[in-house]
């Protein structure tokens, strides 16, 4: 086999790849791919440790001296920190100070003291993406793990009925939605524009939260049918409260952030003019860095005052916040680095030259790629990474609403059928003490539903957009 030249580790390179180059970077992707799932699956690496392996491996069968793909991932894993780093550790910020500050519970309480039982299952997909919006999706089941068991008890509900609607709006949020560090890392390797992301987003999120959620908790509370683990019900952040802040103060404060970068949108869209001194204000004030800092800033004081916290105690609660987003840290900055060994490997362009001559949607295209990666390392932020680096290169020629779907296309695809290699699968199995059949029943078909609606309203924009 022909080794490729240096210069194919190369993302400005501008000469087409032969057939025999298609064939050895091809077999590279697969081999460094291969290598991911095997460390994870198998061996149970780190995903952090597997991914700079496999970034090492594609170079090396890729036919490139080693010191390329080291310095590809270096740069790659760089710039994904340096881009969403910040974000990532001002969401948690935010998610902390809401929780423990009994503003989640606040929210929580407040909507289903006015829901009846009938509407119980929207109430709870309401909850669910209001709460998922500015936290991780672990965080967002630590939160409404306790809410969903009580309701389902107190009030003689299913636990499938309560809990899905539940599962289904977190899901959605970070799956399709910024500030989660998928999302985010999609629109900078693409070039997307945030604020038409984030509107198309909440447009696809919406249909797809109440179809996955809602309808489809009245089958799965017929094909499982458990009652609620009393093991996992544990303490709520605001029983040890005197006081939370309201339902009004806590929803504005986590909304700011989304309705600044709307605003930016917005106006891009009204002004489209660069030199416009009002668009260049929008420009500072709707950037994710500084809506989410503004949140932050806000909550200290909506939030954390509200609840009596003094400055020591707010100054523990964001200490406390970044510790445990080290390791997402770490694996998307990895997944950055695996991308950018993707990119200057020339894999995009590959993919680019190849798909030409089908007859297949570019967002269709990624949605498949997405959901290959997923099912192979069951991680959706490793599939939504390495997705956008693959099919970055479509986006060239894109508008700006198709760019901003390409990016919605490959989260879809990055929550197809969660299964026994998604750390996600195993923490619902136990929180909702189900076994695996069951969980595959509920969990695993409810994944795969929210990624066949998101591109399937994908779709339906491209057409319309």
């Known amino acids: 086999m022909a080794h490729l030249s240096v210069e194919m580790l190369a993302a400005d390179a501008t000469e087409p790849i032969t057939s025999a180059g298609h064939a050895q970077l091809g077999i590279a992707v697969l081999a460094g791919i291969a290598v991911i799932v095997l460390l994870i699956t198998k061996f149970k690496l780190h995903a952090f440790l597997s991914l700079i392996i496999g970034s090492l491996v594609l170079g090396a069968v890729a036919g490139a001296p080693l010191d390329k793909p080291i310095a590809s991932f270096s740069s790659g894993l760089g710039s994904t920190v340096s881009g969403t780093g910040i974000l990532i550790a001002l969401g948690a910020i935010l998610g902390k100070l809401l929780a423990d500050s009994g503003g989640a519970d606040q929210i929580v309480d407040t909507i289903l003291a006015k829901s009846s039982k009938r509407a119980m299952p929207w109430a709870m997909v309401l909850i669910a993406c209001v709460v998922g919006l500015p936290i991780f999706f672990e ?21 499938m009925r309560i809990g899905i609607p539940a599962l289904a709006g977190l899901s959605v949020m970070h799956g399709l939605i910024p500030p989660h560090p998928g999302p985010l890392v999609a629109i900078d390797a693409v070039g997307a ?205 894109m508008s700006t609403t198709h760019g901003a779907l390409l990016v919605l296309a490959i989260g879809s695809g990055s929550l197809f059928f969660s299964h026994v290699n998604d750390a996600g699968f195993w923490m619902v199995k136990e929180y909702f003490g189900m076994n695996v059949g069951q969980t595959l029943k509920t969990w695993s078909a409810l994944e795969t539903i929210i990624s066949v609606m998101g591109i399937v309203c994908v779709l339906l924009l491209s057409l319309v957009l």
């Open 139 to 159: 965080v967002g089941i630590v939160l409404l793990i306790p809410v969903v068991l009580l309701v389902a008890k107190r009030g003689g509900f299913s636990l």
């Open 193 to 397: 524009n945030l604020g038409i992301t984030l509107a198309l987003g909440v447009i696809v999120a919406i249909p797809t939260a109440i179809v996955a959620g809602p309808l489809f908790s009245r089958y799965a509370a017929r094909w499982v049918d458990i009652e609620p683990p009393q093991s996992m019900v544990p303490q709520r952040a605001s029983d040890d409260l005197d006081r939370r802040p309201s339902f009004g103060i806590t929803v504005a404060t986590v909304l700011l952030p989304v309705v600044m970068m709307l605003a930016k949108a917005l106006v891009d869209i009204i002004v489209d003019d660069p030199k416009d001194l009002t668009q260049r204000i929008f420009d500072v004030v709707g950037s994710p860095m500084i809506a989410l800092l503004t949140a932050v800033i806000v909550a200290m004081f909506t939030l954390g005052r509200a609840a009596g916290f003094t400055k020591g105690r707010t100054a523990t609660t964001v200490e406390k916040s970044l510790g445990p987003i080290a390791g997402v840290l770490l694996i998307v900055g990895a997944g950055g680095g695996f991308k950018q060994t993707l990119v200057d490997a020339g894999v995009g362009k590959m993919i680019l030259e190849v798909s030409q001559g089908w007859h297949i949607s570019a967002l269709l295209l990624a949605w498949l790629i997405a959901v290959a990666i997923r099912l192979a390392t069951g991680s959706a932020t490793v599939a939504t990474i390495s997705a956008a680096g693959l099919v970055a290169p479509l986006a060239a020629d």
